[in-house]
């Protein structure tokens, strides 16, 4: 059974900094893209961050771009969210995702992910 936990959510304030991180068990890490959504309060969830299953391609939301870094370690079965330069609109859950039968996704692929974590909290201050 694959399960995805995430870890490194909290309270920081504005134009600080945090780093998410995503454990997985259960299969072969290396061989699925991984990506971070996330979710604000009265919204809907919004994809932030994909990254191929060898790490040589990312995507990112426009509004995060440049302030994000996606990043994993295969050898570890680990995924991270760089959060830098972060503003009280960042503030909201945020979700690990991956596939549960698609090989080494596009990051621009339109097949929804359907693995979830529980989710962690990022609460950005003014």
């Known amino acids: 059974q694959v399960q995805l936990v995430e870890t490194g959510g909290g309270l920081v304030q504005a134009g600080g900094s945090l780093r998410l991180t995503c454990t997985a068990s259960?299969?072969?890490?290396?061989?699925?893209?991984m990506a971070w959504f996330r979710q604000a309060p009265g919204k809907e969830r919004e994809f932030v961050a994909a990254?191929?299953?060898?790490?040589?391609?990312?995507q990112y939301l426009g509004s995060v771009k440049g302030r994000f870094t996606i990043s994993r370690d295969n050898t570890k079965s680990t995924a991270f969210l760089q959060m830098n330069s972060l503003k009280p609109e960042d503030t909201a859950v945020y979700y690990c995702?991956?596939?549960?039968?698609?090989?080494?996704?596009?990051?621009?692929?339109?097949?929804?992910?359907?693995?979830w974590g529980q989710g962690t909290q990022v609460t950005v201050s003014s």
């Open positions: 990254i191929a299953c060898t790490g040589d391609n990312t």
């Open positions: 995702a991956t596939h549960s039968a698609i090989i080494c996704a596009n990051v621009y692929t339109n097949r929804p992910y359907d693995l």
């Open positions: 259960g299969r072969t890490f290396s061989r699925y893209a």
